[in-house]
């Protein structure tokens, strides 16, 4: 087995038990607005996946390979094309085949090994037989009428939490190309490209490199060239390899490169598993698992999870947790030890007289959503419109170099339009996301100015009450807080403002979970290019037939960049309407907490202070241990010193 994840089930297995203490922690401490924050934290961890997507053209081996990485056959693997089915794999008890539709109202449907097999690998039409056209129109339909195929197994390589995602193979000009390269590998935690070592690096799959990766994916491809059994020596091994280098180091920098045989990889595991290969009624020869170049890559591909982006799936909450503690002791924990060790004068009267004070707060949450939401109606007309215009002129575009070249042949014209095509829609799916975040932001920066202030004058208030800190440098401190950029202050939208710059490339926030649902919409445009084509060629003039399905196809991707530019806008809007709802209500919780202790301590008596003083010591330097162990995780994981490490 040399794929693991061992490492980082032991930093996750950590980070979780110290959550788990700070939980306990803050229950004693009676602080409800955190153990509800940390929970949050904590079920997100737990929800915490890593996505392996495997992408490439047809017949180059992705399924194939994906089995070859689980040891097992569960995905079909074709001499023909298999049509386009996005599959997710994961682990499950008992395997399981799941199919999603994508109209929401139809509900998902389990469906046996076999049907599933027959859907993604129908038979292909024979040419001019009208019965078998239909039929295979027929099955095409059922396909493009499926968001995903989700299946289940009980397989080593996926069970901590390890998904694969088998995505359909794509030519130029297929817009199932656009989505995949903007949506999919974004979110994915790794991309792997598959090539051909017999058929290097197609024209197409260099436009595909160079047109459409997102340069901020780059370092997360893998670029594995397969069919290795199929070169028959070293020396050709080394020629393709040293090819490859070459034409890849131009755009890729210095690019991860593998050289496997998905098929003999495959045979290898299933042999080492006991399983007996027979060809024709004999027992099969099967290559020793290191020259089939998949351990290598295992090895690579589980230190780039581990370590690349296991830092960033615990990173995040660790630090969010550490921000919460800080919170707590550097400052609630003093109001409540200030509020014990002087002897304040109607200490109780005054918590009765603050109480009034968060109701108000509580208003001017509810006033800041309302004006949030009139700032996001504005926000959304201006953006539509840019959308489309840009949309329209996109396609123009791309009709303007048909028009120029239409006397050219069929395949010189589909890579020119491309690649007029490809550079133009990654920027604009760069300047879209951009431009909601920015947008999102800017309703958000007009509308909630009044409630930050307040709460933070609150929380200053609420401290007045229990008087300023001794220390002369202390107060000063406190005085800067109270300044236009204090880390109080910013930090309230805070965690908003970083979700909006992150939520694209992440699965697990909220944001995030409003943006999926139209990164997966795959298969609506998918399937139609098959459809088309099948019909289309047979008739008279075929540039004018290319035209007319660019058009249509133009048409249609249009259409489903704006509903999906809705959806998104829609549900980006709503998560971050929830974010200031929930961010407004634990402030106020908070406070409330902080107000129940002061209400508590004014009614103690002397021998009572002591030992109430006595407990606090105690959980402050429980959250001390707690702080220096989170500290600690986070340091190791920005450390070098891993095993195996790349310079
Ligand atoms: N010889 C050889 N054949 C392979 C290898 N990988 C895949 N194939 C064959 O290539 C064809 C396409 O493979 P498949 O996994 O369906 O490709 P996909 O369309 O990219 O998913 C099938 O006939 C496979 O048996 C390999 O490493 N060596
Ligand atoms: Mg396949």
């Known amino acids: 087995m040399t794929f693991t994840l061992e490492s980082f089930d032991r930093n996750k297995r950590e980070a979780i038990e110290q959550f788990d203490q700070l939980l306990l922690t803050y229950q004693d401490m009676g602080m409800a607005a955190e153990v509800a924050a940390i929970s949050e934290i904590k079920k997100q961890l737990l929800e915490e996946r890593f996505l392996i997507t495997v992408v490439g053209e047809f017949s180059r081996g992705k399924s194939m390979f994906i089995n070859a990485l689980l040891g097992k056959k569960v995905l079909p693997s074709n001499a023909v094309p298999t049509t386009t089915v996005l599959n997710i794999i994961e682990y499950a008890k008992d395997p399981y085949y799941r199919l999603h539709y994508l109209d929401p109202a139809r509900p998902s449907e389990i469906i046996s090994e076999k049907s599933f097999m027959e859907l993604v690998a129908p038979m292909e039409s024979i040419k001019g037989n009208t019965d078998s056209e239909l039929e295979y129109e027929r099955a095409l339909g059922k396909i493009k009428s499926i968001r995903h195929a989700e299946i289940g197994y009980p397989l080593e390589f996926c069970r901590h939490g390890v998904q694969l995602l088998d995505t359909p193979g794509t030519n130029e000009l297929d817009p199932v190309r656009e989505q995949i ?44 060239i397969n069919f290795k059994d199929q070169l028959g020596s070293k020396e050709n091994e080394e020629k393709i390899l040293a090819y490859a280098r070459t034409h890849l180091e131009s755009v890729l920098g210095n690019p991860r490169l593998y050289m496997v045989s998905a098929k003999e990889a495959l045979n290898a595991k299933r042999a080492a598993a006991g399983e007996t290969l027979v060809i024709r009624g004999r027992p099969m020869a099967t290559w020793p698992m290191n020259e089939t170049g998949l351990p290598e890559l295992e090895m690579e591909l589980s230190d780039f999870l581990q370590y690349d982006r296991g830092a960033v799936k615990l990173g995040k909450p660790v630090r969010q947790a550490l921000r919460s503690i800080a919170e707590i002791s550097d400052r609630q924990l003093k109001v409540e030890k200030r509020a014990l060790t002087r002897n304040i004068a109607n200490l109780k009267e005054k918590v009765q007289a603050f109480r009034p004070k968060l109701s108000k707060a509580v208003d001017s949450g509810n006033a800041a959503l309302r004006k949030f939401e009139q700032e996001m109606k504005k926000e959304e007309e201006s953006i539509f419109r840019w959308y489309e215009q840009e949309l329209q002129a996109l396609y123009a575009g791309g009709m303007a170099i048909f028009d120029v070249n239409r006397h050219r042949n069929t395949d010189f014209i589909n890579r020119a339009v491309e690649s007029e095509i490809a550079p133009r829609e990654r920027e604009l799916h760069l300047e879209r996301k951009q431009r909601i975040a920015d947008s999102v932001k800017a309703a958000l920066e007009r ?81 139609s290019l098959a459809f088309l084509f099948n019909r289309l060629f047979r008739q008279e003039d075929p540039k004018e037939k290319l035209k007319k399905q660019l058009a249509e196809q133009f048409n249609q991707s249009r259409k489903a960049k704006i509903s999906g530019f809705d959806m998104e806008w829609n549900g980006v809007h709503q998560a971050v309407r929830e974010s200031i709802r929930k961010n407004v209500n634990h402030k106020v919780r908070q406070i409330e907490d902080q107000l129940r202790k002061l209400e508590t301590s004014a009614g103690l008596e002397q021998h009572e202070i002591e030992s109430k003083l006595d407990l606090l010591g105690r959980q402050e330097r429980k959250l001390q241990q707690i702080r220096t162990n989170l500290e ?14 790349k310079v």
Do not use: Y
Not at 184 to 211: C, G, H, N, T, W
Not at 632 to 637: C, H, P, R, W
């Open 181 to 224: 390269t903007n949506r999919i590998i974004p979110q994915s935690d790794a991309a792997i490209l598959i090539l051909s070592a017999v058929k290097i690096l197609s024209d197409s799959e260099m436009s595909f490199i160079r047109d459409r990766l997102l340069a901020s994916d780059i370092q997360k491809v893998f670029i594995v």
């Open 632 to 645: 600690k995780l986070v340091g190791g994981l920005s450390d070098s010193s891993r095993v195996g490490a």
């Open 447 to 527: 509308s909630g100015g009044e409630l930050i202030q307040m709460m933070q004058g609150l929380q200053t208030e609420l401290e007045e009450i229990v008087g300023q800190e001794e220390t002369p440098s202390a107060g000063k401190q406190e005085l800067a807080l109270l300044g236009n950029n204090s880390p109080q202050e910013s930090s309230f939208f805070e965690d908003i403002f970083n979700e909006l710059e992150t939520a694209w490339e992440s699965r697990t926030s909220v944001i995030a979970k409003a943006i999926i649902g139209t990164g997966m919409v795959l298969t609506a445009v998918a399937g």
